[in-house]
């Protein structure tokens, strides 16, 4: 690895902030997001929400404990959320040459470099994301030499199609059958689910699931915009006429609004952090969450069969819908967190207690 040389993150509204290379000597374009989390670089960069996205990391200490190997148990990577990094680019404020622990195999810049991930480091990482967080989400690429690309807004692109498997696949061979669409699944959700004894039969986003034999419909994350998803809301506008339960996550929470007949819309900056605080709506119980994620519900246009479940207590958008009266619910932010916090954890355990109630009729 060369210290010195030279990149250049350019944003959509002409700044432009000089660094230095790591990882991948290519010029990378994407929508400019940020993440505030203190550990957890191995499982951000692998998460598949992060899709076509450059990462800017706020904490400034970065590389310092390495890179682990991609060792699959099960089918599922263990200290990773997919088998393959997902951002195009990444900017730090500083750099750790030297790593350290306890299964780290590689350091971050062979990694990056290995997965074609293009790195900036000596940025003001905090100064640029309160940019970010003035003007909201913004463009933009790294530039390496002359390779100089044109902007890229991966909000256009079907980003879901690119990260949901091809194939249907089961994990575990507990009592209780989840049926799990897969619009980007974080590795953790299925290791909670598979604790609680299940059976986790992982479908494509557009797979039809209906003529199924399931106890209970999961519905994960992803990356993108969710009205593009069309064939998945299709799909779950059938299951909303049955009985059986549902429970979704972040994208899946989006995609089950839009089912029942809400609205999403775009956030400003998005809320990216290990930190949220969100309120349980009709309660005192407030709890500190993960979340990574550009849209919200509208939670203006929930019919009246459908209430808000969680309320974010810093902007007050939506963490969560429930039915009223069916057991169907789900949460904005990340209960699975790996990385923590996990306050929300319990989800998990209620969504199985509704599986078990529902398949005991």
Excluded at 256 to 272: F, I, S
Excluded at 275 to 288: C, K, S
Aim: aromatic fraction near 12%; charged fraction near 25%.
């Amino acid at each position: 690895m060369q210290k010195n040389d030279e990149a250049k993150l350019i944003l959509e509204d002409g700044s432009s902030i000089s660094g230095k290379l790591f990882g991948y000597h290519g010029s990378q374009a994407g929508e400019v997001v940020f993440n505030t989390a203190m550990t957890g670089y191995p499982e951000s960069l692998t998460d598949p929400s992060y899709r076509g996205q450059i990462l800017v990391l706020t904490y400034p200490l970065i590389g310092n404990y390495g890179v682990p190997d991609l060792t699959l148990t099960d089918g599922l990577p263990d200290f990773f959320e997919s088998e393959s990094i997902h951002i195009r680019g990444l900017i730090i404020c500083d750099y750790s040459f030297k790593y350290n622990h306890w299964n780290a195999k590689k350091s971050l810049d062979t990694w990056l470099m290995e997965n074609k991930v293009t790195g900036i480091y000596d940025i003001d990482t905090r100064a640029l994301t309160k940019k970010l967080r003035e003007n909201g989400s913004m463009l933009g690429k790294i530039v390496v030499a002359e390779d100089n690309p044109q902007f890229y807004d991966p909000n256009k692109d079907n980003l879901v199609a690119q990260v949901s498997p091809k194939e249907k696949r089961d994990f575990g061979n507990g009592q209780f059958r989840i049926l799990l669409v897969d619009c980007g699944c974080k590795a953790n959700i299925i290791r909670y689910l598979l604790k609680l004894d299940t059976t986790v039969i992982v479908v494509p986003y557009d797979y039809d699931f209906s003529s199924e034999d399931y106890d209970g419909l999961f519905i994960s994350n992803g990356p993108g915009d969710p009205v593009i998803c069309n064939s998945t809301i299709n799909h779950l506008q059938k299951a909303l006429t049955q009985d059986k339960p549902i429970f979704g996550i972040c994208l899946g929470n989006q995609l089950l609004a839009l089912a029942a007949g809400a609205k999403t819309y775009k956030l400003k900056y998005g809320h990216r952090s290990h930190n949220q605080p969100v309120l349980m709506a009709g309660t005192d119980r407030a709890f500190i969450t993960s979340q990574n994620h550009g849209f919200a519900v509208d939670s203006s246009s929930i019919p009246d069969d459908w209430e808000p479940y969680f309320i974010n207590l810093n902007d007050k958008s939506n963490e969560g819908i429930r039915h009223k009266s069916k057991p169907f619910f789900s949460s904005q932010f990340h209960p699975e967190a790996s990385g923590g916090p996990t306050d929300t954890e319990f989800l998990f355990e209620q969504f199985i207690e509704i599986v078990k109630k529902y398949k005991s009729k």
